[in-house]
Every structure is written in structure tokens, then in C-alpha cells.
């Protein structure tokens, strides 16, 4: 076919849903070899890109540049059009290398977007390319993300939009928990997406940890600036999916107001400080946000991990119909 278009075949389901996650108990340390086998397995679906029923085999070549979106330490993601069809997609390309934890960070990327395919509030994977050197994802466009949206609009979000927003994140971390078994530990602003439509998606898996028997004991990965205060001064016993609560309350202070509530810290060790030795942040009613949504806030932000609720009880809590915000 033209293009560099090999194939095109409806298949349904999606080949990559036979590829399952690693044993959790034997992962955990998990070395170079062992990334090298999974991409390996990856490789099934080298090339494969899915848009809604259809499959193509296809190329990088196919694939043309537009714009950069963004970059990190681990790569960039690019906007770029699939020529044969004309269908616009985000491309995160990531390096391989031989340093383990950047490489864990790739594969743990690949394999969640990869294995959420079904849930709405994640962002839609498309396909991979996978060489010696880089794995590019294929994912969907999205408009920006909320922490570029406050700095844009320069203010706070309001409320009956952030609480719809909280309750599609919440979904997300929950399918996580639930379905796939493991916790994202980056949950900030810059990691939730907005579409034109309002959607809002989850993103960025590179750090999510698995869970053994609920908890995670493999190190306090994520940004410090939305850490719990559990994983900054661990007690030897793990810790839970309520760590991503905490950072889910945080984001909601900060998209709330528009402002970051340690914004005048110059140093982790100050903020990591502040975020064990002062009273959580909070949202006030006198500042026009209505009891339900403060106290929400409240309840993500408790500072004993053992009295914050878990993504169900928030769940029930956006149902219940006193919330007017949800």
C-alpha cells in the first residue's frame, strides 16, 4: 500500500491485551535483563497502530512531525499525523539506555497506557514503536493539561468544573487500583489532560509502583511538592493508595486557588518541613467554595493516612446528593 502502509485488519480485541503484567511478588527489583524480556514481548506489537476498530501495520516514516508538546528527562512527545489516514496523534519517545531505572520507567509507561484501553479516563492508547535505541508511544491528542490551564487562565477553576474533574481522576487512580493493581505516585496538575469536549484523562505512568497486597514498599518516587507525609518520613511498613490521595487533595488546593499552597518554598527540605510540621492546607467556605467541596478536601488532605479515605469512599462521597459541586 502506499504510504509505507502495510496491512489493515479489524481485530477485535486489541492484540496487546494478551500481553499480562509481570508477577507482582517477583518484579519489584526487577533488573536490566528483565526490561530487555518485556520489551522484548512488546515487540508482538511493534508497528501496530489501533484508531477505534481498525489496525495498521505500519512505519516511523509514516509518521509526520507538527510540533513539540513537551519535554523531560526521559524524552519528548511530539504532535505528529499517521500520513496513510491523516489521524493526528501525541508521540512519546523515550530512550532506551543502559541505565535501569530510566529503562523500568519506560517499560512501566508502555505496559499501563498499554493495558487501560478501556477506561475513559485514561488516555487512549494507539500503538508503539520499539528499536534498539527509543520506544515511541502513540497516544491521543489532548488540549493541555490543567496545571498549564491555571497558569493560562490565571486564576482558579471553578468549582462545579473541578469537582467533575476530581471525580474523572479519582476513576482513573481507582481502575489503577482495581483492575491493574498498581498506584501512579505522580499525581499532579501537569498529569491530568483536558480535551477540547472537557474530558479529562490521566497520564504519565512511568513511576507507578505495583502493589503487594495493597501496599507499595519500593521507595518514595514522585514529585516532592505533592508527596504525602507518609512516604517523606516512612515508618519501614509501605505505604497505600491513600499517598495519592493526599496528592489528588493538593492538585484540588491548587487548582482551586490557582496557586500552589507552598509556593514560597525555596528548598525541599523546606517544603518537605512544611508538609510534616504544618496543618494541611485547606479551602475555605468565605472564599466561595460550598461545605461539600471543602470538607471533600479536607478528607484527602488528613494528615493520618489511616483515617484518609480510599478512592471508593470518595467515590461514594461525589454521589452523594448534598454535593453540588459533582
Known amino acids: 500500500m502506499k504510504n509505507g502502509l502495510n496491512s489493515v485488519r479489524a481485530r477485535n480485541p ?10 507482582k511478588q517477583s518484579d519489584r527489583h526487577s533488573d536490566s535483563a528483565e526490561c530487555e524480556k518485556r520489551l522484548t514481548e512488546f515487540m508482538r506489537t511493534n508497528g501496530i497502530l489501533r484508531f477505534n476498530t481498525k489496525e495498521y501495520q505500519a512505519k516511523r516514516e509514516d509518521l509526520e512531525f507538527l510540533r513539540t508538546l513537551g519535554s523531560g528527562t526521559c524524552g519528548v512527545v511530539q504532535e505528529m499525523r499517521f500520513k496513510p489516514t491523516g489521524d493526528i496523534m501525541a508521540v512519546k519517545q523515550m530512550r532506551r539506555s543502559c541505565n535501569k531505572e530510566e529503562n523500568k520507567r519506560v517499560l512501566m509507561d508502555l505496559e499501563v497506557v498499554m493495558r487501560s484501553h478501556d477506561c475513559p479516563y485514561i488516555v487512549k492508547y494507539y500503538g508503539c514503536f520499539i528499536t534498539d535505541s527509543e520506544v515511541w508511544i502513540c497516544m491521543e491528542l489532548m488540549t493541555t493539561c490543567l496545571d498549564k490551564l491555571i497558569k493560562a487562565i490565571r486564576t482558579g477553576i471553578p468549582e462545579r468544573v473541578l469537582g467533575k474533574m476530581a471525580v474523572s481522576i479519582v476513576k482513573a487512580l481507582d481502575y489503577l487500583k482495581e483492575k491493574l493493581g498498581i498506584i501512579h505516585r505522580d499525581v499532579k496538575p501537569s498529569n491530568m489532560l483536558l480535551d477540547m469536549k472537557g474530558t479529562i484523562k490521566l497520564c504519565d505512568f ?7 497486597d495493597s501496599i507499595v514498599k519500593s521507595g518514595n518516587a514522585g514529585c516532592t511538592a505533592y508527596m504525602a507525609p507518609e512516604k517523606i518520613l516512612p515508618d519501614g511498613h509501605g505505604y497505600d493508595i491513600r499517598s495519592d490521595v493526599w496528592s489528588l487533595g493538593i492538585s484540588l488546593v491548587e487548582l482551586a486557588t490557582g496557586r500552589f499552597p507552598y509556593e514560597s518554598c525555596s528548598t525541599d527540605f523546606e517544603l518537605c518541613t512544611r508538609i510534616l510540621q504544618d496543618p494541611p492546607p485547606k479551602l475555605s467556605t468565605s472564599d466561595g467554595f460550598s461545605q461539600e467541596f471543602c470538607n471533600f478536601v479536607d478528607k484527602c488532605l488528613a494528615k493520618n493516612c489511616a483515617v484518609r479515605p480510599k478512592f471508593q469512599e470518595l467515590l461514594v462521597r461525589s454521589r452523594d446528593r448534598q454535593c453540588t459541586w459533582q
Open 14 to 23: 486489541p492484540v496487546w491485551n494478551v500481553i499480562p503484567f509481570p508477577a
Open 206 to 212: 512511568g513511576i507507578s509502583g505495583r502493589l503487594v
